[in-house]
């Protein structure tokens, strides 16, 4: 069976197990892979009047660009066709799912940004070569974590607005959740409220830095609606149709690398059908 040139390395194309072996017995090698180590850089230096060096600006990263490359190896010429077919397929002008198996796996979604070049070398072997791009340059963890909790239920109430940094009474119950990230860059979590709520409601990150920040949704949720802020795409969707960016205010959170972030939230009135969902990524550069 041809194996991998890249250390028995493991990458996963949407369903296409690249330096593996798929239930056809069509063998992809993977002999070549670029661009997973580190996108480039966009910073920019202005040099000091009468002083050495220079005034860095903020550092970013590009997209990052992949391009594997490597050899399908089929039982046959039509098992042949049917992979080369499958692979156009994956290379997708959507969203596809690029996972590489190391110790710690990590995926990323890309789309097809260049040329696809598939060339038949026999009737049982083809080379292929691809240029995809993760507009999102972050590698992040195939694991997701899901933590969840009601709203806090506090004798006597709670009024809005709150004083940073919030602090709940020892009494309460529920309204606290702990995401993490292991990760060398920082990442931006996702959070769904399940309805009901009575406007305001509110969620407070704080990082294990100490810094705080919240946000705060100013419209109703009936019983069952399902709003989705995704604090990375900057978006408030509710159940998954209509954009409620307008009602939603405050500034976007991130989990630092290596640290952690203590998510709390109420509303107006306590329901307690009502539910906070946080999920994140651990992410690296």
């Known amino acids: 069976?041809?194996?991998?040139?890249?250390?028995?390395?493991?990458?996963?194309?949407?369903?296409?197990p690249l330096g593996g072996v798929d239930s056809a017995g069509v063998a992809w090698v993977l002999t070549k892979l670029e661009g997973w180590d580190s996108p480039d850089i966009r910073i920019t230096h202005a040099l000091r009047q009468s002083d050495h060096g220079a005034w860095a600006s903020p550092a970013y990263l590009h997209?990052?660009?992949?391009?594997?490359?490597?050899?399908?190896?089929?039982?046959?010429?039509?098992?042949?066709?049917?992979?080369m077919d499958q692979f156009?397929?994956?290379?997708?002008?959507?969203?596809?799912?690029?996972?590489v198996w190391e110790t710690t796996p990590k995926r990323c979604t890309v789309r097809r940004s260049g040329k696809l070049l598939i060339e038949r070398q026999t009737d049982r072997v083809a080379t292929y070569s691809a240029l995809l791009t993760a507009a999102d340059p972050r590698r992040y963890s195939t694991t997701l974590q899901t933590q969840q909790t009601g709203l806090p239920q506090i004798t006597g109430g709670t009024a809005l607005p709150w004083t940073l940094p919030l602090t709940i009474a020892s009494g309460s119950q529920s309204g606290r959740l702990t995401l993490a990230n292991t990760g060398t860059?920082?990442?931006?979590?996702?959070?769904?409220?399940?309805?009901?709520?009575?406007?305001?409601?509110?969620?407070?990150?704080?990082?294990?830095?100490?810094?705080?920040?919240?946000?705060?949704?100013?419209?109703?949720?009936?019983?069952?609606?399902?709003?989705?802020?995704d604090c990375n795409a900057h978006t408030?969707?509710?159940?998954?149709?209509?954009?409620?960016?307008?009602?939603?205010?405050?500034?976007?959170?991130?989990?630092?690398?290596?640290?952690?972030?203590?998510?709390?939230?109420n509303a107006n009135s306590y329901s307690p059908a009502a539910m906070l969902t946080g999920t994140c990524r651990s992410a690296w550069m």
């Open 1 to 16: 069976m041809p194996g991998s040139t890249l250390g028995g390395l493991r990458v996963d194309l949407g369903t296409i």
């Open 63 to 83: 997209p990052r660009v992949l391009a594997p490359q490597g050899t399908i190896v089929a039982p046959g010429r039509a098992t042949l066709d049917a992979a």
């Open 88 to 99: 156009q397929a994956a290379v997708s002008l959507g969203d596809t799912t690029f996972t």
């Open 185 to 229: 860059i920082g990442t931006r979590p996702v959070f769904t409220i399940t309805g009901p709520i009575t406007p305001p409601a509110a969620i407070v990150v704080q990082v294990s830095d100490g810094t705080v920040r919240q946000l705060t949704y100013n419209d109703a949720l009936g019983p069952g609606d399902r709003l989705v802020i």
């Open 236 to 265: 408030a969707m509710l159940n998954g149709a209509t954009s409620r960016r307008r009602y939603l205010s405050g500034q976007w959170p991130e989990i630092p690398p290596g640290g952690s972030a203590t998510v709390q939230w």
